[in-house]
T-cell receptor, first 110, second 114 residues
């Protein structure tokens, strides 16, 4: 299982775009990159998943460079409700257990 | 999206008693479920992998006799904390693996042992 490294915390303001970068230098060929969001006293919520290049859904974009050793979660126009912990996870997605890193505590300011 | 429920959402019990937490996949079958524990301000820690019809696989350092896991059906896994002590107080979260290999997390169960 590839280890991930993320910033411990980030602050931003409402309406800004927030980019959270995750390093995963020893990612394996069949590993996917998945991001989860967690609010206090709730289970993690799936945000986005990708393998390479760029993936976009209704809430976020995920940018993955060609070497796949890092990835960037992009949250457009954040609001106060985006204050949460964001986890970057790397795994095969094929009955692989998910090991959580420390995550990034994102704090959105008014 | 797929839904995973946990019951109860919170529980308070006395030291020395046992507590059972249920994890259900409501709209899909899950041969594999996972149990996590999370202490305040910390990340989720994987405790064990629950497989339907077979014994659970525990992570290193997790006492299998204390945290009993039973995956009774394709939609239900239970975690029983036996002889609970205050240090077992934590937030317990399960996840279920769908057939397309996407994992869905339950809302968590807050356990307080007094």
């Amino acid at each position: 299982l590839a280890k991930t490294t993320q910033p411990i915390s980030m602050d931003s303001y409402e309406g800004q775009e927030v980019n959270i970068t995750c390093s995963h230098n020893n990612i394996a060929t069949n590993d996917y990159i998945t991001w989860y969001q967690q609010f206090p006293s709730q289970g993690p919520r799936f945000i986005i998943q990708g393998y390479k290049t760029k993936v976009t859904n209704e809430v976020a974009s995920l940018f993955i460079p060609a070497d796949r050793k890092s990835s960037t979660l992009s949250l457009p126009r954040v609001s106060l409700s985006d204050t949460a912990v964001y986890y970057c996870l790397v795994g095969g997605g094929r009955d692989d257990k998910i090991i959580f890193g420390k995550g990034t505590r994102l704090h959105i300011l008014p | 999206g797929a839904v995973v429920s946990q019951h109860p959402s919170w529980v308070i019990c006395k030291s020395g008693t046992s507590v059972k937490i249920e994890c259900r996949s409501l709209d899909f079958q899950a041969t594999t479920m996972f149990w996590y524990r999370q202490f305040p301000k910390q990340s989720l820690m994987l405790m064990a992998t629950s497989n339907e019809g077979s014994k659970a696989t525990y992570e290193q350092g997790v006492e299998k006799d204390k945290f009993l896991i039973n995956h009774a059906s394709l939609t239900l896994s239970t975690l029983t904390v036996t002889s609970a002590h205050p240090e077992d107080s934590s937030f317990y979260i399960c996840s279920a693996l769908r057939q397309d290999y996407e994992q869905y997390f339950g809302p968590g169960t807050r356990l307080t042992v007094t």
